[in-house]
């Protein structure tokens, strides 16, 4: 799965991304249909100038040209913005990152989801896209990730993944080896300082570790 060094530097030790989505096109496409019907005003308008009242070229297509870049550079903006906006699932947390240049990013550990709600509308199950609404015991309350593609999918990647991670498949496994276990255990500590699991939860997995050695 591809994905830029900015999230990448995000990512803990031993974390895996399992799903990345955005916002459905369908956004993006009624953001920009309004510019570039602004744009095509524009030119129409700057012909009928030259045409009908005999405008000189030379001074209509420079005034026309310079009205024509706020449309333009909003329709770039939009898509900047669409494309830099993501919602990120991980074997640990659901992350949604936010920003062109001043990146927002907000967190959800999967242990601390109490409950996901999915809203679609008509046209949201037609398009397939609707709001996530993932209640947490985090002081964030409730995140919501709005009018995101394949919400279906996204919300059962999500609620398999937390199954799992509360199954402690990750660290359970009989493929781990011995030499693997003090890298999980300083894996644990560091989602323990970042605050994704408790020091009761870290205590207890480092126990069924250890006892494996």
Request: glycine share 4%.
């Amino acid at each position: 799965m591809k994905t830029n060094s900015y999230l990448q530097r995000l990512l803990g030790e031993n974390e895996k991304i399992l799903l990345i989505t955005r916002q459905h096109w369908l956004i993006l496409a009624r953001n920009i249909l309004v510019e570039a019907l602004l744009i095509l005003a524009i030119f129409v308008a700057s012909l009928l100038l030259i045409i009908l009242m005999n405008i000189a070229a030379v001074i209509v297509i420079p005034i026309g040209f310079l009205i024509m870049l706020l449309p333009i550079g909003s329709l770039a903006l939009d898509v900047a913005r669409w494309s830099n906006s993501q919602f990120i699932l991980t074997n640990r947390r659901v992350i949604q990152i936010t920003g062109i240049f001043n990146k927002t990013t907000e967190d959800s550990s999967l242990e601390k989801v109490n409950d996901v709600r999915m809203v679609q509308t008509f046209l949201g199950r037609l398009f397939d896209y609707g709001d996530i609404e993932i209640m947490t015991a985090s002081e964030l309350g409730v995140n919501t990730f709005r009018r995101i593609s394949k919400p279906v999918e996204f919300k059962t990647a999500m609620l398999n993944a937390k199954e799992k991670l509360e199954r402690g498949d990750e660290y359970h496994s009989e493929d781990v080896q011995r030499e693997d276990i003090p890298a999980l255990i300083a894996n644990l500590d560091l989602l323990r300082k970042q605050g994704i699991i408790t020091e009761e939860e870290f205590n207890q997995k480092k126990k069924e570790l250890l006892s494996r050695l």
